[in-house]
């Protein structure tokens, strides 16, 4: 089956600017989850969404980022303005089953570099 | 909170040594996965443990869930150039938390 896709790969922009990233889970997943790993570091979530509701938000910085899965399927996180320390793996995951308790399928991710 | 332990942040091995990550928690765990991460790569899945005192393995990796659902450890026996990387634990309790990671390097 295909796995995760997300893009871009790599972005490159100054502070203050805008980015947003897209991800296309496995079909028929029906959990999706945005994680941000800063390097060296563990993977934090962001968001989780079932189907197109959103789950658990708590530790998504909301003054500035921001996703959406509108029909189920395809997500987008954006942020704006970008800070520094948002320099990230941005990671978009997606499970077969809620609440996890099954595997993870993690895409390639989205590498943002803030200048 | 909800997080989870994972000790040691960093191992370097010499090829055939063996290697143990552990992590733990302050709450019960419904289940636990691991995942590994290759420099470079995403996290992939390793294995999940559901069951009290559950050992699974594979090949030369030793997975163990605690008694009291509070812990577990991957064993490595005899390691080799290829499991280097970072591996992680992850509390799959409603949302997914993950550890802080053991990194492994592995001397040839």
């Known amino acids: 089956e295909a796995g995760v896709a997300q893009s871009p790969r790599y972005k490159i922009i100054e502070k203050r600017q805008s980015v947003a990233f897209w991800c296309n889970p496995i079909?028929?997943?029906?959990?999706l989850y945005w994680y941000q790993q800063i390097l060296g570091q563990g993977p934090k979530l962001l968001i989780q969404?079932?189907?197109?509701?959103?789950?658990?938000d708590s530790q998504l910085p909301k003054d500035r980022f921001s996703a959406e899965r509108l029909k189920g399927v395809d997500s987008t996180l954006k942020i704006q303005p970008a800070k520094l320390e948002d320099s990230a793996v941005y990671l978009c995951?997606?499970?077969?089953?809620?609440?996890?308790?099954?595997?993870?399928?993690f895409g390639e991710g989205s590498r943002l570099t803030v200048l | 909170g909800q997080q989870v332990m994972q000790i040691p942040q960093y191992q370097h091995v010499q090829e055939g040594e063996d290697f143990t990550t552990y992590c733990n928690s302050s709450?019960?765990?419904?289940?636990i996965q691991w995942y590994k991460q290759r420099p470079g790569g995403h996290p992939v899945f390793l294995i999940q443990?559901?069951?009290?005192?559950e050992v699974k393995k594979q090949k030369r990796l030793t997975f163990q869930f605690g008694e009291a659902k509070k812990n577990s450890s991957l064993h490595i026996t005899a390691t080799q150039t290829t499991d280097v990387g970072t591996y992680f634990c992850?509390?799959?309790?409603?949302?997914?938390?993950f550890g802080k990671g053991t990194k492994l390097s592995v001397k040839p």
């Open positions: 992850v509390r799959s309790q409603g949302n997914l938390i």
């Open positions: 079909s028929g997943h029906a959990t």
């Open positions: 443990l559901v069951k009290s005192g």
């Open positions: 969404f079932q189907n197109n509701g959103v789950v658990d």
């Open positions: 709450t019960t765990l419904s289940n």
């Open positions: 995951v997606s499970a077969r089953l809620a609440g996890g308790a099954g595997e993870l399928f």
